[in-house]
Protein backbone atom coordinates (compact mmCIF):
# COMPACT_ATOMS: atom_id res chain seq x y z
CA UNK A 1 0.00 0.00 0.00
CA UNK A 2 0.95 3.36 0.42
CA UNK A 3 4.62 4.58 1.86
CA UNK A 4 5.16 8.03 3.08
CA UNK A 5 3.47 11.47 1.89
CA UNK A 6 2.49 12.40 -1.84
CA UNK A 7 2.33 15.94 -3.13
CA UNK A 8 -0.26 16.49 -5.43
CA UNK A 9 -1.57 19.53 -7.02
CA UNK A 10 -5.76 20.19 -8.12
CA UNK A 11 -4.48 18.55 -11.69
CA UNK A 12 -4.29 15.19 -9.80
CA UNK A 13 -6.97 15.53 -7.38
CA UNK A 14 -9.26 13.60 -8.82
CA UNK A 15 -6.22 10.17 -9.68
CA UNK A 16 -4.59 10.63 -6.48
CA UNK A 17 -7.51 10.67 -4.20
CA UNK A 18 -10.76 10.10 -5.54
CA UNK A 19 -9.44 7.24 -7.67
CA UNK A 20 -7.79 5.64 -4.69
CA UNK A 21 -8.54 2.31 -3.22
CA UNK A 22 -8.55 3.17 -0.07
CA UNK A 23 -9.11 6.28 1.81
CA UNK A 24 -6.94 9.28 1.63
CA UNK A 25 -6.04 11.68 4.34
CA UNK A 26 -5.48 15.28 2.48
CA UNK A 27 -2.98 17.73 4.31
CA UNK A 28 -3.76 21.30 3.19
CA UNK A 29 -1.05 23.78 3.81
CA UNK A 30 0.98 26.56 3.09
CA UNK A 31 4.89 27.66 2.86
CA UNK A 32 4.42 30.77 4.87
CA UNK A 33 1.87 28.98 7.31
CA UNK A 34 4.30 28.42 11.00
CA UNK A 35 2.14 26.06 12.07
CA UNK A 36 2.23 24.38 9.19
CA UNK A 37 5.36 23.35 9.75
CA UNK A 38 4.90 21.87 13.32
CA UNK A 39 2.04 19.44 11.48
CA UNK A 40 4.69 18.79 8.67
CA UNK A 41 6.36 15.98 10.78
CA UNK A 42 3.47 14.41 12.02
CA UNK A 43 2.14 13.34 8.32
CA UNK A 44 5.19 10.77 8.05
CA UNK A 45 4.56 9.89 11.76
CA UNK A 46 0.42 8.70 10.35
CA UNK A 47 1.79 7.66 6.80
CA UNK A 48 3.86 4.93 8.31
CA UNK A 49 1.37 4.26 11.11
CA UNK A 50 -1.34 3.67 8.65
CA UNK A 51 0.43 2.43 5.72
CA UNK A 52 -1.56 -0.14 5.09
CA UNK A 53 -4.81 1.24 5.31
CA UNK A 54 -4.30 5.07 4.38
CA UNK A 55 -3.32 7.18 1.66
CA UNK A 56 -1.45 10.30 2.86
CA UNK A 57 -0.87 13.56 0.22
CA UNK A 58 0.36 17.04 1.12
CA UNK A 59 -1.55 20.19 -1.35
CA UNK A 60 -0.18 23.73 -0.99
CA UNK A 61 -3.01 26.05 -0.48
CA UNK A 62 -1.84 28.96 -2.83
CA UNK A 63 -1.25 26.81 -6.24
CA UNK A 64 -4.48 24.82 -5.72
CA UNK A 65 -7.49 27.04 -5.48
CA UNK A 66 -9.89 24.25 -6.90
CA UNK A 67 -9.62 21.77 -4.24
CA UNK A 68 -9.34 24.69 -1.54
CA UNK A 69 -12.80 25.52 -2.64
CA UNK A 70 -14.13 22.13 -3.31
CA UNK A 71 -13.29 21.55 0.33
CA UNK A 72 -14.27 24.69 2.03
CA UNK A 73 -10.63 24.81 3.41
CA UNK A 74 -10.70 28.46 5.22
CA UNK A 75 -7.65 28.15 7.12
CA UNK A 76 -4.83 26.31 6.95
CA UNK A 77 -3.20 23.71 8.13
CA UNK A 78 -6.28 21.77 7.76
CA UNK A 79 -7.09 17.65 6.85
CA UNK A 80 -9.86 16.39 4.86
CA UNK A 81 -10.52 12.66 4.95
CA UNK A 82 -11.97 11.39 2.29
CA UNK A 83 -13.24 7.91 1.37
CA UNK A 84 -15.56 6.23 -1.51
CA UNK A 85 -14.91 9.66 -3.31
CA UNK A 86 -16.58 11.54 0.16
CA UNK A 87 -15.57 13.59 2.57
CA UNK A 88 -15.79 11.53 6.08
CA UNK A 89 -14.26 14.12 8.18
CA UNK A 90 -12.62 16.99 8.55
CA UNK A 91 -10.30 19.56 11.02
CA UNK A 92 -8.38 22.51 10.66
CA UNK A 93 -5.89 24.14 12.75
CA UNK A 94 -2.39 22.49 14.27
CA UNK A 95 -3.28 19.40 16.14
CA UNK A 96 -0.62 17.28 17.88
CA UNK A 97 0.33 13.91 18.09
CA UNK A 98 -2.22 11.76 20.02
CA UNK A 99 -4.96 13.96 18.71
CA UNK A 100 -3.93 13.51 14.94
CA UNK A 101 -3.65 9.85 15.82
CA UNK A 102 -6.99 9.48 18.02
CA UNK A 103 -9.13 11.21 14.91
CA UNK A 104 -7.36 8.87 12.76
CA UNK A 105 -7.82 5.97 14.51
CA UNK A 106 -12.21 7.18 15.05
CA UNK A 107 -12.75 8.07 11.57
CA UNK A 108 -11.03 5.08 10.02
CA UNK A 109 -12.77 2.59 12.34
CA UNK A 110 -15.95 4.20 11.82
Known amino acids: MSKGV ?8 ASEV ?3 DQPVLVYFWASWCGPCKLMAPL ?3 AAEKYSDRLKIV ?3 V ?7 KTYQVEGVPALRLIASKKLK ?3 EGVIGKE ?3 GWLDENLNN
Open 62 to 68: DPNPNSV
Open 89 to 91: AST
Open 6 to 13: ITITDAEF
Open 58 to 60: KME
Open 43 to 45: MNV
Open 18 to 20: LAA
Open 99 to 101: KLL
